[in-house]
């Protein structure tokens, strides 16, 4: 079954850096939309950025600029780099993938997620 394990998340003062990391494994697909989500508390879960099977890379205008999504090359892990990091940014940050062509702007439309590592910047 596929599995994501997301590591770096922790906590950071205002227009500091964190790097996040996700391992994915028993992911069948040759070449899957990878993504990050993000969960800030009392919203809805919200789509930062993600990285399509031809390396194409797409951003919320919340996180454009400051934000880097990067695909492992064996098209399994992802990490995102995350810069200038705001109070607004504290989020439980999910890693995602879709199972199948396209990739996604809508959480419900991933295939699977990981269980989150929590980013908190004061």
């Known amino acids: 079954h596929v599995q994501l394990v997301e590591s770096g998340g922790g906590s950071v003062q205002g227009e500091g850096s964190l790097t996040l990391s996700c391992v994915g494994s028993?992911?069948?697909?040759?070449?899957?939309?990878l993504g990050w989500l993000r969960q800030l508390p009392g919203k809805e879960r919200e789509t930062v950025a993600t990285?399509?099977?031809?390396?194409?890379?797409r951003y919320a205008n919340s996180v454009k600029g400051r934000f880097t999504i990067i695909r492992g090359k064996d098209h399994r892990s992802v990490t995102l780099q995350m810069a200038d990091l705001k109070p607004d940014d504290t989020a439980m940050y999910y890693c995602?993938?879709?199972?199948?062509?396209?990739?996604?702007?809508?959480?419900?439309?991933?295939?699977?997620w990981g269980q989150g590592t929590q980013v908190t910047v004061s």
């Open positions: 995602a993938v879709r199972l199948n062509s396209g990739c996604p702007t809508r959480p419900a439309d991933f295939s699977a």
């Open positions: 028993g992911i069948t697909y040759r070449d899957p939309c």
């Open positions: 990285v399509d099977g031809y390396g194409g890379t």
